[in-house]
Structures are given as structure tokens and as C-alpha cells.
């Protein structure tokens, strides 16, 4: 169901007995989560075809059209649908560490052993417990502690392509990155993304089209 949207299922776990876990679909804390998403940009046609039949084009649309899809799939399989967005936020980050055995990059962006940094959680399916059990203990025995490629590079060329140095060993300075972004010396960083993630030598094959890296920049920067 969610491949016909060039969406997968990422990665999946059982909360431990005791653990402070989100609402499932019935109100009780969830028995399991399977974390859904992207893989390099298999899912940007979809999208685009979606929003170009919409007869004004809504607020957040690559959050709206996530919500409907992965919804439902919730609503097939009885599962509660929940987004990155939603408030109070909940620990996407942290449950892709757990379900995929992943580690974050230079960048703060967690880095896939296939995909590299070309990839994106959407949303994820929070399940009441026996619900689409065998699907979960695949996940688990398939989740193995994969070799972190940042650990690999030597010379971290994410961390040198920005021309305002917003990435760094001290973190992300999200300020001086949106207003290079916003000027006009940022017009590279808008037409085809992020200079340092491009920079990446992983996953290069995954990697996002030009005009959807460009969507992505002119969301994070309201442009």
C-alpha cells in the first residue's frame, strides 16, 4: 500500500513493558511503532502528481499529503497515524536510532548505511498490541548494527562546503544558515540544496532531484 506512493516501511520495534509510550489506536499506550518514509526521492512524483490536482494548494503540503497517505494505511490496518509534526512532538529521531540501529552525521542528520542522508521518516503507525505482530519481529531480527559510514571519512567534506560554516563539530547555527539561504549570495542553496548534504560522498545514487531539494530549502527557510 505504501509502495504505490513511493513510500516504505522503515524500521519498526516493540515498546519494552513499563515504557512511557504514545497512545495507540485505541487510547492504550501502543504496543509497537513501525516508522514509515522515503528512500532518495522515490516518493517526488507521487507528491507532485498529488499537488497539482488540488485546487489551491494547502499549507504544508508535503506534511498534508504524508498525513493522508500514511492515514490511510493507519485506517486498512487499524493502526493510529502520527507525523513528525504533530504537538507535542514525539521522538522520530530517537526511534529511527532504535529501529534502525543508525548514528547521527557531522550534520546532526542521521546517516543510513544505503541511503546516506537521502531519505526522510513521514510518519510512523503506532499499533495496539498483536497488530501486524509478524511484520515487527522481521523488522527486529532484521536490525543489525551497521557500519557508521561518518566513522569512514576522513576528510568530512559536510562540514566544508557551506560558505557561512553552518554545520560544525559544536553543532548546527541554524540562524546564519537561513540568512545566507534567504540573501542573494544564497541562490545555489535554494536552486539545489543544501551544499554540505550534497557534499556527502554516500548514497550519492539516492539523492534528491534538484527541484525537489529546491522545495525543500524554500520550505525550511519560508521563502
Given at each position: 500500500?505504501?509502495?504505490?506512493?513511493?513510500?516504505?516501511?522503515?524500521?519498526?520495534?516493540?515498546?519494552?513493558?513499563?515504557?512511557?509510550?504514545?497512545?495507540?489506536?485505541?487510547?492504550?499506550?501502543?504496543?509497537?511503532?513501525?516508522?514509515?518514509?522515503?528512500?532518495?526521492?522515490?516518493?517526488?512524483?507521487?507528491?507532485?502528481?498529488?499537488?497539482?490536482?488540488?485546487?489551491?494548494?494547502?499549507?504544508?503540503?508535503?506534511?498534508?499529503?504524508?498525513?493522508?497517505?500514511?492515514?490511510?494505511?493507519?485506517?486498512?490496518?487499524?493502526?493510529?497515524?502520527?507525523?513528525?509534526?504533530?504537538?507535542?512532538?514525539?521522538?522520530?529521531?530517537?526511534?529511527?536510532?532504535?529501529?534502525?540501529?543508525?548514528?547521527?552525521?557531522?550534520?546532526?542528520?542521521?546517516?543510513?548505511?544505503?541511503?546516506?542522508?537521502?531519505?526522510?521518516?513521514?510518519?510512523?503507525?503506532?499499533?495496539?498490541?498483536?497488530?501486524?505482530?509478524?511484520?515487527?519481529?522481521?523488522?527486529?531480527?532484521?536490525?543489525?548494527?551497521?557500519?557508521?559510514?561518518?566513522?569512514?571519512?576522513?576528510?568530512?567534506?559536510c562540514l566544508k562546503a557551506c560558505p557561512v560554516d553552518?554545520?560544525?563539530?559544536?553543532?548546527?547555527?541554524?540562524?546564519?544558515?537561513?540568512?545566507?539561504?534567504?540573501?542573494?549570495?544564497?541562490?545555489?542553496?535554494?536552486?539545489?540544496?543544501?551544499?554540505?548534504?550534497?557534499?556527502?560522498?554516500?548514497?550519492?545514487?539516492?539523492?534528491?532531484?534538484?527541484?525537489?531539494?529546491?522545495?525543500?530549502?524554500?520550505?525550511?527557510?519560508?521563502?
Amino acid at each position: 500500500m505504501l509502495a504505490q506512493d513511493g513510500l516504505i516501511v522503515r524500521g519498526g520495534f516493540r515498546f519494552g513493558t513499563g515504557e512511557d509510550a504514545p497512545s495507540g489506536p485505541e487510547g492504550l499506550p501502543a504496543d509497537a511503532v513501525l516508522l514509515i518514509g522515503n528512500r532518495g526521492g522515490e516518493m517526488w512524483p507521487h507528491f507532485r502528481s498529488w499537488q497539482a490536482e488540488q485546487p489551491s494548494n494547502p499549507v504544508n503540503p508535503l506534511d498534508t499529503w504524508s498525513r493522508m497517505v500514511i492515514g490511510h494505511v493507519a485506517a486498512h490496518f487499524g493502526a493510529r497515524a502520527v507525523s513528525p509534526s504533530d504537538r507535542p512532538f514525539l521522538p522520530f529521531q530517537q526511534w529511527g536510532i532504535r529501529a534502525e540501529r543508525l548514528k547521527p552525521s557531522p550534520m546532526g542528520i542521521l546517516m543510513h548505511p544505503r541511503f546516506g542522508l537521502w531519505y526522510a521518516y513521514r510518519g510512523a503507525l503506532l499499533l495496539s498490541p498483536g497488530l501486524l505482530a509478524d511484520e515487527v519481529h522481521v523488522l527486529n531480527q532484521a536490525a543489525a548494527d551497521p557500519i557508521h559510514l561518518c566513522d569512514l571519512c576522513v576528510g568530512k567534506p559536510c562540514l566544508k562546503a557551506c560558505p557561512v560554516d553552518a554545520h560544525s563539530t559544536s553543532g548546527f547555527d541554524y540562524r546564519a544558515c537561513l540568512a545566507h539561504v534567504r540573501s542573494a549570495d544564497g541562490a545555489p542553496c535554494r536552486d539545489t540544496g543544501c551544499l554540505d548534504r550534497n557534499a556527502c560522498p554516500y548514497g550519492v545514487e539516492w539523492r534528491y532531484p534538484s527541484d525537489m531539494q529546491a522545495f525543500i530549502m524554500a520550505a525550511f527557510a519560508g521563502l
